[in-house]
């Protein structure tokens, strides 16, 4: 059973400060990784995507990638209320460039 | 509007009825996705469209669920015979060929209550 894990939080960090949001996945071979926030009632949407081990950076948003340890996070500088949301790891099936595989999610919760 | 369109937003149905959900892909996409999420969890795939052909079902789709895509262009999700356990949200995405770059476009949902 290939699996997705992150924590389900919830994660509360100060305003400004930096949020940091983990996820382990079990399928060794995956290439692609995705981050999609999700708000109370909506659907997810897709924020960040890596592929490569190390760093990849858009705006306030910082994907981290480690195919050795399987890893992958996601880094929230400058926190704004806004971004409080659940946070969806997904990650795709090895040698299927179709179809992703969702972790629980990560409610975050930025204190004004 | 040129993103996911789904329909209804929301149903309310009694145990036993059946219903239907229709979802309208970004013109362009050739692939058609139906995941399920209920509160707290993930989205579970459930199905996959490339073009009309149905190519994946998850073992999570019972021989109550059926998918259809006909022509290649919107899709219809039935659930035959509800039962309280498939209250839910319907989620439907699409996306091109080189999905592992850009992902899915996920629809805003149909959440059905089945009482």
């Known amino acids: 059973q290939k699996e997705v894990e992150q924590n389900s939080g919830p994660l509360s960090v100060p305003e400004g400060a930096i949020a940091s949001l983990n996820c382990t996945y079990s399928?060794?071979?995956?290439?692609?990784f995705f981050w999609y926030r999700q708000y109370s009632g909506k659907s997810p949407e897709l924020i960040m995507f890596?592929?490569?081990?190390g760093d990849k950076e858009d705006g306030r948003f910082t994907a981290q990638l480690n195919k050795a340890s399987q890893y992958v996070s996601l880094l929230i500088r400058d926190s704004q209320p806004s971004d409080s949301a659940t946070y969806l790891c997904?990650?795709?099936?090895?040698?299927?460039?179709?179809?992703?595989?969702f972790g629980k999610g990560t409610r975050l919760h930025i204190l004004p | 509007d040129t993103g996911v369109s789904q329909d209804p937003r929301h149903k309310i149905t009694k145990r036993g009825q059946n219903v239907t959900f229709r979802c309208d892909p970004i013109?362009?996409?050739?692939?058609l996705y139906w995941y399920r999420q209920t509160l707290g969890q993930g989205p579970e795939f459930l199905t996959y469209?490339?073009?009309?052909?149905?190519?994946?079902k998850s073992r999570l789709l019972s021989d109550r669920f059926s998918a259809e895509r006909p022509k290649g262009s919107f899709s219809t999700l039935e659930i035959q015979r509800t039962e309280q356990g498939d209250s839910a949200m319907y989620l439907c995405?699409?996306?091109?060929?080189?999905?592992?770059?850009?992902?899915?476009?996920f629809g805003s949902g149909t959440r059905l209550t089945v009482v």
């Open positions: 995405a699409s996306s091109l060929d080189v999905f592992t770059t850009y992902g899915y476009t």
């Open positions: 399928d060794r071979g995956s290439q692609s």
């Open positions: 890596i592929y490569s081990n």
């Open positions: 997904a990650v795709e099936e090895t040698n299927r460039d179709d179809k992703i595989i």
């Open positions: 013109s362009e996409h050739n692939r």
């Open positions: 469209f490339q073009n009309e052909a149905q190519l994946e």
